[in-house]
């Protein structure tokens, strides 16, 4: 998914494919149902709306820096 506005969010996440090794931390962590796992088998942002603002869960367990926020101020 790349970044952009979704229906007014402005927080969400979003996957490095390029960084991500699909170990899925990220999507067992969430209890919000933000990913599932893709085709390709990397994780998939599918409920972007549920994604709690300025949370970093899961960007914070992920060993491999995959995770970025759309909306993130760094």
């Given at each position: 998914m790349k970044g952009g506005e979704i229906d007014g969010k402005n927080w969400y996440?979003?996957?490095d494919h390029d960084k991500c090794?699909?170990?899925y931390q990220c999507v067992n962590f969430?209890?919000?149902d933000v990913y599932t796992i893709?085709?390709?088998g990397y994780p998939?942002?599918?409920?972007p709306?549920?994604?709690v603002e300025f949370c970093r869960?899961?960007?914070k367990i992920c060993d491999n820096d995959a995770i970025s926020y759309f909306g993130d101020n760094k």
């Amino acid at each position: 998914m790349k970044g952009g506005e979704i229906d007014g969010k402005n927080w969400y996440p979003i996957i490095d494919h390029d960084k991500c090794i699909q170990c899925y931390q990220c999507v067992n962590f969430c209890k919000h149902d933000v990913y599932t796992i893709g085709d390709g088998g990397y994780p998939l942002v599918i409920n972007p709306l549920s994604c709690v603002e300025f949370c970093r869960g899961c960007q914070k367990i992920c060993d491999n820096d995959a995770i970025s926020y759309f909306g993130d101020n760094k």
